[in-house]
């Protein structure tokens, strides 16, 4: 026999071992955690400028342009939106625009293009806007709209109107 009787023995002693060692087992433990987050009611909203262009007063028909609020609110939520009477005339009934002088143009807005229902804050037989929330941006249109035959001093005619969404 090649390597003796001790090889032998020390090799049978190995493979005893071996043999008789029990398996280790693995263990796992679990645990979970929570996951949480509010999300709060909330509004954005942008608006394009509404540009009339040339006005020309001896035209016989009123001069129209649009505009576009796009309003985005978390989804379900109401929301109700209004314009105030802007910088000049401070009216929501009779809005007009200035030369930055003492000149001024009257114009208006509306909800549609009939010209009908004045978008101004709920006052003075204005209306607002209502809608509920999608979570995306929900386009709203402004009529606006020149009267016709205003003889004003030649210029450019401006004014600011704000924005409200109300949730």
Do not use: E, K
């Amino acid at each position: 026999m090649r390597g003796g009787p001790g090889r032998i023995f020390a090799a049978s002693l190995l493979l005893a071992s071996a043999v008789a060692m029990p398996a280790q087992a693995l263990t796992t433990i679990t645990t979970q955690f929570n996951v949480t987050a509010t999300v709060l009611a909330n509004c954005a909203v942008s608006a394009t400028n509404l540009v009339f262009g040339t006005y020309t007063a001896s035209s016989p028909t009123p001069l129209t342009a649009s505009s576009t609020v796009s309003v985005t609110c978390t989804n379900s939520l109401a929301y109700t939106v209004a314009l105030d009477g802007g910088s000049v005339a401070a009216s929501v009934a009779a809005r007009a625009m200035s030369d930055g002088a003492t000149h001024t143009l009257n114009y208006q807005l509306y909800t549609a293009n009939t010209y009908t229902s004045i978008w101004g804050d709920g006052t003075a037989s204005t209306v607002t806007v209502a809608g509920t929330g999608n979570g995306a941006a929900q386009p709203l249109t402004v009529y606006g709209r020149i009267p016709a035959s205003q003889f004003v001093t030649a210029g450019s005619y401006l004014d600011h109107v704000t924005v409200s969404v109300t949730y």
